[in-house]
């Protein structure tokens, strides 16, 4: 069990710009990554560094059982039924578009995949493609007047509608809403479509169990739940991965290869070809350590510092908060009333306060919310509140200085 402040775990969160300390609030766009974490991936390079699952030499056994271990790590994490059914990609993004390929043998003309619209571009863009390939349809399901996924739309597009598949976030990138995975999976599962869930927001936040969800597929990264960048997941249910045509093909994957034809492999390899990010897969076995060693109240404490956050935007006159409800986790967005988004991202940067501003990969959302971009500020285990006075204090600053 961890005892230490969390913030002092992270090297990177030690620093100042520009005179101050940093306050970092872009945990959303990827977060800061524990000393543990950073040990794990030295000390493979170190003491273990060689390839997996081929080398008839001692380093590459140790490599591969270090790697294998991880599987069954994250397996347990998200109480997936097998750990064959864990497939390391690069992040969320790979592991649609890997899902996405896949299921191109299984749609056809006219078939309809709905997409929460208020979705990341990677949980938009593969299905699109997948529609070009197969003739299906791609249905944005639209968002309440609070911003919330419209459940009764997606009711009346399900009903009205041959639906094959839904992809929605579990929690949005930019509002933080969190959608009730296991009431949409009920709801899909009712009219024979599938459901797959982009978890890249809701890994660090939430305790996801894929089997609780109900859901057919579950997707992230490891740089959003402090391991590394270039490695990620895609779960599914092991009998719907097996019918997955593979994204890339080559080594690893394979049963046998002649020039006459090749047959593939079993799960998981058969969807994992070349050599597999290996000191990231092991990093991201120390971030689950990590998190399963912290305190049981550090998520409940990152969530008042989260509502903390919430609130005292919400005290600010000057700013517009989208669809900020006491149950989002993680990001809260926000513009100032008559400022550009990047104006106000930018002073803040100059008092050491890191915030995304733009799009965030969600141009669909931004049109509903008929604005073309917006601040986000966005928390970890290791936000305080007093980085969210540091924050505020600050955009008081900026407010006073544009008006
Ligand atoms: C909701 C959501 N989906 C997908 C992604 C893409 O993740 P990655 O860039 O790690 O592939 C992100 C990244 O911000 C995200 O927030």
Redesign the pocket.
């Known amino acids: 069990m961890i005892n230490a402040p969390l913030t002092s775990l992270f090297p990177t969160l030690q620093q100042s710009l520009n005179g101050y300390p940093l306050c970092y609030l872009d945990t959303?766009?990827t977060s800061q990554k524990p000393e543990s974490v950073l040990q794990a991936m030295d000390h493979y390079y170190r003491s273990n560094n060689a390839n997996v699952h081929r080398g008839a030499h001692q380093l590459s056994a140790r490599a591969t059982t270090a790697y294998e271990a991880v599987r069954h790590k994250i397996a347990n994490f998200i109480n997936a039924p097998r750990a064959e059914e864990i497939i390391y990609t690069s992040?969320?993004?790979?592991s649609l578009n890997l899902l996405a390929q896949g299921l191109s043998g299984m749609l056809a003309n006219n078939d309809v995949i709905l997409v929460d619209s208020a979705a990341?571009h990677?949980?938009i863009v593969p299905w699109q493609e997948l529609a070009k390939r197969t003739g299906a349809k791609v249905m944005p399901i639209g968002l309440t007047p609070q911003g919330r996924l419209d459940y009764t739309e997606l009711t009346h597009l399900l009903v009205n509608h041959p639906v094959k598949l839904v992809a929605i976030?579990h929690v949005s990138?930019v509002l933080g809403t969190v959608n009730d995975i296991a009431v949409l999976a009920a709801l899909v599962h009712q009219h024979n479509a599938l459901l797959a869930v982009?978890g890249?927001?809701a890994i660090a936040h939430l305790s996801v169990d894929v089997q609780a969800l109900g859901c057919d597929f579950y997707a992230f990264?490891g740089?959003?739940m402090y391991g590394p960048t270039g490695v990620?997941v895609l779960w599914g249910h092991y009998a719907y991965l097996d019918k997955l045509q593979p994204l890339m093909t080559g080594g690893e994957m394979i049963e046998t290869v002649s020039f006459s034809g090749s047959t593939y492999g079993a799960l998981p390899n058969r969807l994992e070809a070349g050599t597999p990010p290996i000191a990231e897969v092991i990093g991201l076995g120390a971030a689950i350590d990590f998190i399963m060693a912290l305190p049981a109240t550090a998520k409940l404490q990152e969530q008042e510092v989260f509502n903390y956050l919430q609130q005292q935007l919400q005290s600010v006159p000057q700013i517009t908060l989208y669809a900020a409800h006491p149950d989002n986790t993680g990001a809260v967005a926000f513009n100032l009333k008559g400022e550009h988004h990047q104006d106000v991202g930018i002073l803040l940067d100059q008092q050491g306060i890191a915030i995304r501003c733009g799009h965030h990969?969600a141009q669909p959302l931004m049109n509903s919310l008929n604005i073309t971009g917006c601040c986000r500020a966005s928390v970890g285990i290791y936000t305080r509140r007093q980085d969210i006075d540091t924050f505020i204090t600050a955009l008081k600053g900026v407010i006073d200085l544009l008006s």
């Not at 992040?91 to 790979?94: D, E, K, P, R, Y």
């Open positions: 959303a766009a992040g969320t993004t790979h990341h990677a949980n976030s990138n982009d890249a927001q990264s740089h959003k990620g990969c």
